[in-house]
Nanobody, 120 residues
Framework: QVQPVESGGGLVQPGGSLRLSCAASGSFFSIDAMGWYRQAPGKQRELVATITNRGITNYADAVKGRFTISGDNIRNTVYLQMNNLNAEDTAVYYC??????????????WGQGTQVTVSS
């Protein structure tokens, strides 16, 4: 019912910055939270940051102080500002949408992912 679409990935040098965007399109769905997860080659997908529709944020320790998540409830869009990037941040970044239908059933949706590569 909901299709998250990510954008903003690319190649950046260590110490550089990128800003990721995720727009959640669809209908008949109430979004409770949106977030970013990442998966590096050979590793499991891990939490990066989440934000609720009331603005409560949560960050992984590895990105705390460097990344900032923000959202636009009207546009159902979430952003991830990534500063001071290093090679360990290299991964495919996925947008997650968590919400409920109008009957109260919870759902979880994932985008296709956007590649972030940090290399000199």
């Amino acid at each position: 019912q909901v299709q998250p679409v990510e954008s903003g990935g690319g190649l950046v040098q260590p110490g550089g910055s990128l800003r990721l965007s995720c727009a959640a399109s669809g209908s008949f769905f109430s979004i409770d939270a949106m977030g970013w997860y990442r998966q590096a080659p050979g590793k499991q997908r891990e939490l990066v940051a989440t934000i609720t529709n009331r603005g409560i944020t949560n960050y992984a320790d590895a990105v705390k102080g460097r990344f900032t998540i923000s959202g636009d409830n009207i546009r159902n869009t979430v952003y991830l500002q990534m500063n001071n990037l290093n090679a360990e941040d290299t991964a495919v970044y996925y947008c997650n949408v968590a919400g409920r239908d109008y009957g109260g059933q919870k759902y979880d949706f994932w985008g296709q992912g956007t590649q972030v590569t940090v290399s000199s």
